[in-house]
């Protein structure tokens, strides 16, 4: 199985960076895609980063051109640098990683709080 620990998250003021990162351990080398979700408080998990295991990216539309996700294939890494942060992109974001027969493993999460 597939574990996942994050770190990284924290409070910081709109238009200011934060980096989060992800290790994985235990079966990593049967990890396919990795990236990273969000959830806000009353609002549904959606998808914000990932980094697929042909080496491409994809990104949500509200994140584009704001934040970069950054996989180490190596050490079974994923991080997403953010910048240009909005009171918006106030969640808990949660890391994960696709492995065969369809299934996601996630992280506990970590809190993300931009002020304005």
């Known amino acids: 199985q597939v574990q996942l620990v994050e770190s990284g998250g924290g409070l910081v003021q709109a238009g200011g960076s934060l980096r989060l990162s992800c290790a994985a351990s235990?079966?990593?080398?049967?990890?396919?895609?990795m990236g990273w979700g969000r959830q806000a408080p009353g609002k549904q998990r959606e998808l914000v980063a990932v980094s697929t295991s042909g080496g491409s990216t994809n990104y949500g539309d509200s994140v584009k051109g704001r934040f970069t996700v950054f996989r180490d294939y190596v050490k079974n890494t994923v991080s997403l640098q953010m910048n240009s942060l909005k009171p918006e992109d106030t969640a808990v974001y949660y890391c994960?990683?696709?492995?065969?027969?369809?299934?996601?493993?996630w992280g506990q999460g970590t809190q993300v709080t931009v002020s304005s």
């Open positions: 994960y990683a696709a492995i065969p027969l369809g299934q996601v493993v």
């Open positions: 235990g079966s990593a080398l049967s990890i396919l895609a």
